[in-house]
């Protein structure tokens, strides 16, 4: 029975991965006498969470197990989405959530196939998206040219600007993209006269974060 164990916990951290492993498919007991996490402080950004705890003294202790629930959601059920798989390791970071969102977090330590009570549940904001590139214009310049102009987005994390274009009242599309904080034009050729074309801009940021997308401007040619 023990070395059944022993190979299920070990199946349990192939997907091990630094310090913020997904989840494996490992399923525990609980044990009450291990020790649990109390304290946990959170440090939200747009895209991630970062976690840290203290030191865990418990010498059964091998690693940690990270549960987070949406609280968007109406189950708002907990799933495992990490485990720590070293005892002296402590922090852990959420690279799956979405900006301007609340979470809801748990926290258990494992050994051998069982698990401590989890932790008081923790809520976490994500911070607010970029705001929205602020003026946008088109311009039509030649029979089938339209030409876009935008303002500068202020932040300078900012290296990307998305164009999307709705054609008709149709659904946005992308079409292009500038590479550039301070380049702000962008020439569309592929439009006919009898169409209204509506553009709006999206700005992104080194690490791929997305701005609201801008107020759309629209042309009839």
């Known amino acids: 029975m023990k070395k059944s164990t022993l190979i299920l916990w070990a199946l349990s951290l192939i997907t091990f991965n630094g310090c913020g492993a997904v989840k494996?498919?490992?399923?525990?007991g609980t044990d009450p006498s291990l020790e649990t996490i109390e304290q946990v402080h959170a440090l939200p950004r747009m895209n991630s969470v970062g976690f840290e705890w203290k030191k865990i003294d418990d010498h059964r202790i091998q690693g940690v197990n990270i549960y987070r629930s949406d609280v968007s959601q109406s189950s708002q059920s907990f799933q495992r989405i990490g485990?720590?798989?070293?005892?002296?390791?402590?922090?852990?970071?959420?690279?799956?959530?979405?900006?301007?969102s609340t979470y809801r977090y748990r926290f258990s330590t494992f050994a051998f196939g069982q698990e401590s009570e989890h932790s008081e549940p923790i809520d976490v904001r994500t911070l607010p998206a970029f705001s929205?590139?602020?003026?946008?214009?088109?311009?039509?310049?030649?029979?089938?040219?339209?030409?876009?102009?935008?303002?500068?987005?202020?932040?300078?994390?900012?290296?990307?600007?998305?164009?999307?274009?709705?054609?008709d009242g149709s659904g946005?599309?992308?079409?292009?993209?500038?590479q550039g904080q301070l380049m702000?034009?962008?020439?569309?050729?592929?439009?006919?006269?009898?169409?209204?074309?509506?553009?709006?801009?999206?700005?992104?940021?080194?690490?791929?974060?997305?701005?609201?997308?801008?107020?759309?401007?629209k042309i009839t040619l």
């Open 24 to 28: 494996g498919l490992m399923t525990y």
């Open 83 to 100: 485990t720590v798989g070293n005892p002296y390791a402590t922090h852990f970071v959420d690279r799956h959530v979405k900006a301007d």
């Open 132 to 167: 929205a590139v602020s003026f946008v214009k088109a311009y039509r310049v030649a029979p089938s040219v339209v030409k876009l102009l935008w303002k500068p987005h202020a932040d300078p994390s900012i290296d990307t600007y998305i164009v999307e274009r709705s054609v």
């Open 172 to 178: 946005w599309k992308f079409i292009s993209q500038v």
């Open 184 to 217: 702000v034009e962008y020439i569309d050729t592929f439009v006919r006269s009898g169409h209204t074309y509506s553009y709006r801009i999206i700005a992104q940021s080194y690490d791929k974060i997305r701005a609201y997308p801008s107020e759309a401007t």
